[in-house]
């Protein structure tokens, strides 16, 4: 039996002999267009014209009877495709199954079992359905005619999500509920009413941490893409079950008399625009319209910390994701507790990259395993030490990866934040790929801190050796003059600010647009609505003595975990209640002192980040250090391999030198299996230092020996 994929990727496989069949995308698309009209013949004149529109009439028939040609070499005479002189149409049959008629037929099979009331049908057709639905129609295809389709199907998608968890909440599986939920955001991101759905059943589930997480991505995906908050049923539903758990957990003589702010409150929401950068932009942009029109291209946009570095490239990429080009981004920290190669892994888990990864030959996605298994075999323990071994095999695995990120068939921004700290691997990896296509349709962009701030000399090696080849553009950003500086701090307060206050402001922050809009938030926050007066780290210490005890205290073990941080690890590693724990993160967030980042959240720069963490004693430091060790370990009770350079990091901050260095081995040994060899002697190296920090004696030299 022939299998076609045309939902979240594009193939044509033999299931009995396990082969791809595949000559064009086009062919595909075309099997495509046939079945999104299943048993409805189509004329051959329309079809030629919607796929070659730019062609003749004589042309675009010729174009089709060649992918028609195609077709038949790929599937041969199966009856699924009635061809006639006139028309093309697609029926169903048992021996060739295309992915978008399985779920058609599953999904009008639940919507009867729903009109006669059959609960277990609708939950089985339902759900078979979706698994169908593995992503968007042709993904990489534009074509003006698969738009229409692309957006009905998700539209039917979404709907059957809401059926699926109408049904599974019906019947008592709130956790099916749930699940099918957040399927629907996935597929209509900009619509409010499934993020409502999702938070009421996360509060049946007495999952209050994640009903806030919920409500902060909708936030975050009105305000970044059409920049606006919530409406005011959202913001009302959330106010409801903060005071529901409110009044579920403090007695009755402890509740406050007034209400706690609005949940929804956030101060400086305008603050997305950018102010006062419009040549470095254009610069900027000029860069992208190059790449995307395929010349491949790195950008570093360098400048002191707080000068708006990440700000400005922010900009870039909202303008490419908007125009349906393929933008990812990380981040790198200064703490060195991921793994290597985690930017580029980043990269490869964006849901935008997925497609590009699903049309990989089978030796592509080997490698691309490696990084980021994907449970289709992925590379085994066995794996390292023949990485070892095979050290040439890293051409190979870079090139892998490289068709991943670069094979989705549209231009590709890949953004890569606190270059400074970036490991030894990734940066190699990127030179790789820039170099792989000289007509690659690419564009690194990377932000860079100058200010001396970091040892390490291997990004700033690495940028002048990028520098000479000819692809490297920089671009240096000064700090705001006084003008852009008043524009800026009346975006965030939303008023003009008096004259004296704007020259106390340009003089306490010199222009650094982080400082000016941390110094607007905290007059804010500030009764009498003074400017804060004092230092740089002045003004953000100010920022923190605003909030509430326990909020601070999240601030300060958040700031230790050194990376992103979900609500689950600060529960565990934390003396407060989960409650608590909530309430914290959300004044946090309300604050605009850490925003959301991928499941879970981060500081929304890393200054607050330092700043949060100079405010933990150094004996506090230590037992939060532990604590968000024995939290890691909770959180991943079938393999720890994931997190083991955090652990070991963590475990020698908090001083278990012992199990520092056990992790600090595995992390190598997984470093090696990607041949990232600069990196697992990092952390040999930081296991001996642990190890000769020990007492002298048998075992300590034993541990210095292994």
């Given at each position: 039996?022939?299998?076609?994929?045309?939902?979240?990727?594009?193939?044509?496989?033999?299931?009995?002999?396990?082969?791809?069949?595949?000559?064009?995308?086009?062919?595909?698309?075309?099997?495509?267009?046939?079945?999104?009209?299943?048993?409805?013949?189509?004329?051959?004149?329309?079809?030629?014209?919607?796929?070659?529109?730019?062609?003749?009439?004589?042309?675009?028939?010729?174009?089709?009877?060649?992918?028609?040609?195609?077709?038949?070499?790929?599937?041969?005479?199966?009856?699924?495709?009635?061809?006639?002189?006139?028309?093309?149409?697609?029926?169903?049959?048992?021996?060739?199954?295309?992915?978008?008629?399985?779920?058609?037929?599953?999904?009008?099979?639940?919507?009867?079992?729903?009109?006669?009331?059959?609960?277990?049908?609708?939950?089985?057709?339902?759900?078979?359905?979706?698994?169908?639905?593995?992503?968007?129609?042709?993904?990489?295809?534009?074509?003006?005619?698969?738009?229409?389709?692309?957006?009905?199907?998700?539209?039917?998608?979404?709907?059957?999500?809401?059926?699926?968890?109408?049904?599974?909440?019906?019947?008592?599986?709130?956790?099916?509920?749930?699940?099918?939920?957040?399927?629907?955001?996935?597929?209509?991101?900009?619509?409010?009413?499934?993020?409502?759905?999702?938070?009421?059943?996360?509060?049946?589930?007495?999952?209050?941490?994640?009903?806030?997480?919920?409500?902060?991505?909708?936030?975050?995906?009105?305000?970044?893409?059409?920049?606006?908050?919530?409406?005011?049923?959202?913001?009302?539903?959330?106010?409801?079950?903060?005071?529901?758990?409110?009044?579920?957990?403090?007695?009755?003589?402890?509740?406050?008399?007034?209400?706690?702010?609005?949940?929804?409150?956030?101060?400086?929401?305008?603050?997305?625009?950018?102010?006062?950068?419009?040549?470095?932009?254009?610069?900027?942009?000029?860069?992208?319209?190059?790449?995307?029109?395929?010349?491949?291209?790195?950008?570093?946009?360098?400048?002191?910390?707080?000068?708006?570095?990440?700000?400005?490239?922010?900009?870039?990429?909202?303008?490419?994701?908007?125009?349906?080009?393929?933008?990812?981004?990380?981040?790198?920290?200064?703490?060195?507790?991921?793994?290597?190669?985690?930017?580029?892994?980043?990269?490869?888990?964006?849901?935008?990259?997925?497609?590009?990864?699903?049309?990989?030959?089978?030796?592509?996605?080997?490698?691309?395993?490696?990084?980021?298994?994907?449970?289709?075999?992925?590379?085994?323990?066995?794996?390292?030490?023949?990485?070892?071994?095979?050290?040439?095999?890293?051409?190979?695995?870079?090139?892998?990866?490289?068709?991943?990120?670069?094979?989705?068939?549209?231009?590709a921004l890949l953004i890569v934040d606190n270059l400074q700290w970036c490991d030894e691997e990734t940066l190699a990896f990127l030179a790789f790929c820039l170099a792989l296509d000289p007509a690659a349709p690419l564009l690194v962009t990377a932000t860079l801190r100058d200010d001396g701030s970091d040892d390490d000399t291997a990004p700033a090696d690495w940028v002048a050796r990028m520098r000479m080849s000819g692809m490297l553009a920089e671009l240096a950003l000064a700090p705001l003059e006084a003008p852009d500086t008043a524009l800026l701090a009346a975006t965030i307060a939303g008023r003009p600010l008096r004259e004296p206050d704007v020259a106390l402001l340009q003089a306490t922050t010199g222009?650094?647009?982080?400082?000016?809009?941390?110094?607007?938030?905290?007059?804010?926050?500030?009764?009498?609505?003074?400017?804060?007066?004092?230092?740089?780290?002045?003004?953000?210490?100010?920022?923190?003595?605003?909030?509430?005890?326990?909020?601070?205290?999240?601030?300060?073990?958040?700031?230790?975990?050194?990376?992103?941080?979900?609500?689950?690890?600060?529960?565990?590693?934390?003396?407060?209640?989960?409650?608590?724990?909530?309430?914290?993160?959300?004044?946090?967030?309300?604050?605009?002192?850490?925003?959301?980042?991928?499941?879970?959240?981060?500081?929304?720069?890393?200054?607050?980040?330092?700043?949060?963490?100079?405010?933990?004693?150094?004996?506090?430091?230590?037992?939060?250090?532990?604590?968000?060790?024995?939290?890691?370990?909770?959180?991943?009770?079938?393999?720890?391999?994931?997190?083991?350079?955090?652990?070991?990091?963590?475990?020698?901050?908090?001083?278990?030198?012992?199990?520092?260095?056990?992790?600090?081995?595995?992390?190598?040994?997984?470093?090696?299996?990607?041949?990232?060899?600069?990196?697992?002697?990092?952390?040999?190296?930081?296991?001996?230092?642990?190890?000769?920090?020990?007492?002298?004696?048998?075992?300590?030299?034993?541990?210095?020996?292994?």
């Amino acid at each position: 039996m022939l299998h076609v994929c045309v939902l979240g990727e594009q193939s044509i496989t033999d299931e009995r002999a396990a082969h791809v069949r595949i000559r064009s995308s086009r062919t595909v698309a075309l099997i495509g267009f046939l079945a999104a009209h299943g048993g409805s013949p189509q004329n051959r004149q329309r079809i030629a014209g919607l796929f070659w529109p730019e062609s003749a009439d004589g042309q675009a028939l010729t174009n089709l009877r060649r992918e028609l040609h195609n077709l038949r070499q790929i599937i041969g005479d199966d009856r699924s495709l009635v061809v006639t002189s006139r028309d093309l149409c697609w029926q169903d049959s048992d021996t060739c199954r295309v992915d978008l008629r399985v779920f058609e037929s599953e999904r009008e099979a639940a919507l009867a079992a729903a009109a006669r009331g059959d609960a277990a049908a609708v939950l089985a057709h339902g759900n078979a359905a979706i698994g169908q639905y593995r992503g968007e129609f042709l993904p990489g295809s534009y074509d003006d005619w698969l738009l229409e389709v692309r957006s009905e199907l998700e539209r039917r998608c979404a709907d059957l999500c809401d059926l699926i968890s109408d049904t599974s909440a019906a019947g008592g599986d709130l956790v099916g509920a749930a699940a099918a939920a957040r399927r629907r955001i996935g597929l209509q991101p900009l619509e409010e009413v499934g993020y409502r759905r999702l938070m009421h059943l996360q509060a049946d589930l007495g999952d209050r941490a994640g009903a806030l997480s919920t409500y902060h991505h909708c936030a975050s995906v009105l305000e970044r893409e059409l920049g606006v908050v919530p409406d005011a049923p959202t913001q009302e539903l959330l106010e409801r079950l903060m005071s529901r758990a409110e009044r579920a957990t403090t007695p009755q003589a402890a509740r406050p008399v007034a209400a706690p702010p609005a949940a929804s409150a956030r101060p400086g929401a305008a603050s997305a625009r950018l102010v006062g950068r419009s040549r470095e932009l254009g610069l900027l942009l000029d860069r992208w319209q190059a790449a995307a029109a395929g010349q491949p291209g790195l950008v570093v946009v360098r400048g002191g910390a707080g000068v708006g570095k990440s700000r400005l490239v922010a900009a870039v990429a909202e303008q490419a994701r908007h125009s349906g080009a393929v933008v990812a981004s990380t981040q790198c920290f200064a703490t060195p507790g991921r793994l290597a190669l985690a930017p580029v892994a980043d990269w490869l888990r964006n849901p935008v990259i997925r497609p590009a990864i699903a049309a990989l030959d089978d030796a592509w996605r080997t490698e691309v395993d490696r990084l980021v298994p994907s449970g289709r075999g992925e590379v085994g323990d066995a794996g390292s030490a023949r990485a070892m071994v095979d050290a040439w095999q890293r051409h190979r695995f870079f090139e892998g990866l490289a068709r991943a990120l670069i094979g989705g068939g549209r231009p590709a921004l890949l953004i890569v934040d606190n270059l400074q700290w970036c490991d030894e691997e990734t940066l190699a990896f990127l030179a790789f790929c820039l170099a792989l296509d000289p007509a690659a349709p690419l564009l690194v962009t990377a932000t860079l801190r100058d200010d001396g701030s970091d040892d390490d000399t291997a990004p700033a090696d690495w940028v002048a050796r990028m520098r000479m080849s000819g692809m490297l553009a920089e671009l240096a950003l000064a700090p705001l003059e006084a003008p852009d500086t008043a524009l800026l701090a009346a975006t965030i307060a939303g008023r003009p600010l008096r004259e004296p206050d704007v020259a106390l402001l340009q003089a306490t922050t010199g222009g650094f647009p982080l400082f000016i809009v941390e110094g607007v938030r905290g007059s804010m926050d500030l009764s009498d609505g003074s400017m804060p007066v004092g230092d740089l780290s002045a003004v953000l210490r100010n920022r923190f003595g605003q909030l509430s005890a326990s909020a601070r205290e999240i601030a300060g073990l958040a700031a230790a975990v050194g990376t992103d941080f979900t609500l689950d690890l600060l529960t565990e590693a934390s003396d407060l209640d989960a409650d608590v724990v909530v309430e914290a993160v959300d004044e946090l967030w309300r604050r605009r002192i850490v925003q959301e980042f991928r499941d879970g959240y981060d500081f929304s720069h890393d200054l607050l980040r330092d700043s949060a963490y100079g405010q933990v004693s150094p004996p506090r430091r230590w037992l939060l250090h532990r604590r968000i060790a024995q939290g890691l370990e909770l959180m991943h009770p079938d393999g720890t391999d994931q997190v083991a350079a955090q652990l070991a990091e963590q475990y020698a901050r908090g001083g278990r030198p012992a199990r520092a260095v056990a992790y600090y081995g595995r992390a190598a040994d997984l470093a090696a299996r990607v041949f990232a060899h600069a990196e697992a002697i990092r952390l040999h190296k930081q296991a001996l230092s642990v190890v000769r920090s020990l007492p002298a004696g048998v075992d300590r030299d034993s541990r210095e020996l292994a």
